[in-house]
């Protein structure tokens, strides 16, 4: 090396390549990307789209774990795009994917209508029945009452669960991890009063009744939402729900 000079160190990406039409099935790309120990999977991809091939199709918004929107395979692993650092795989090469059991609209772009349909499907929103507002407007809380949910609350629908679900996988119909956590969610919102038009859905064999509690939902999820507890949880709920009905079942609610 003469005075002076400078080397850069790259590291070796492994993208999965995918355009409709023409192609029967994705197919990696190797391409080498600058090292910086700083950056994320998310950078070197946009470092590639950039000022290497624009035609590379990726979905990414807030690069802060918020929006939920870079998932993919990271070798072989659930992970968003955003929090999944270089100098975690280094030597590489880094190989990523779209996320596992979807169909792929594009290179990593996956297809959501399946799940955007389940989702909709358990009403993950406040139901508040025949209830009257109250006079000031405002349903409070206590931080009890708070906590019986918030965990639930904090998923961003990264759709890791269902890339990692082995259930999902091979059953069509399971409604998947977030869809039945949120569920969870609303359920035990004090707020609510929709419990019983979500429960011929959630507590059916396509529901919590499906999920084997692998747990590798809970495992991968960047906001440690546990949806397998959620579906543990609810298993209990309806189990006991069942119990109420044949030795009580004048007093069930």
């Not at 002076?4 to 790259?10: D, E, L, R």
């Not at 929107?69 to 795989?89: E, I, K, T």
């Not at 906590?147 to 990692?164: P, T």
């Not at 939902?217 to 507890?229: L, M």
């Amino acid at each position: 090396m003469t005075s002076g000079a400078t080397t850069t160190q790259t590291i070796g990406f492994e993208i999965a390549r995918y355009l409709p039409g023409e192609d029967r099935a994705p197919t990696l790309r190797h391409y080498d990307v600058p090292y910086r120990p700083e950056w994320v999977v998310l950078d070197a991809l946009n470092y590639l789209k950039d000022e290497v091939d624009g035609t590379l199709s990726f979905r990414w918004s807030c690069r802060m774990g918020v929006c939920g929107s870079c998932g993919a395979m990271v070798n072989g692993v659930p992970r968003l795009m955003c929090a999944a650092f270089l100098r975690d795989y280094l030597p590489g090469p880094i190989r990523v994917e779209p996320l596992a059991n979807f169909p792929i609209e594009r290179d990593l772009v996956i297809v959501l209508d399946d799940f955007m349909q389940k989702l909709r499907a358990v009403k993950p929103w406040i139901i508040p029945g025949d209830r009257p507002p109250p006079a000031d407007a405002e349903y409070r809380q206590t931080p009890a009452q708070l906590a019986d949910f918030k965990q639930y609350s904090m998923c961003i629908n990264c759709l890791l669960c269902y890339s990692a679900c082995p259930v999902y996988q091979h059953e069509e119909e399971f409604l998947g991890p977030a869809v039945l956590a949120l569920a969870q969610r609303y359920d035990h919102d004090s707020r609510d009063r929709g419990n019983s038009q979500r429960h011929e859905l959630t507590w059916s064999d396509e529901g919590i009744w499906d999920c084997t509690f692998v747990g590798e939902c809970s495992a991968v999820c960047p906001k440690h939402v546990d949806p397998a507890g959620a579906i543990q949880q609810a298993k209990v709920e309806s189990t006991m729900d069942w119990y109420r009905s044949v030795l009580w079942p004048f007093g069930r609610r």
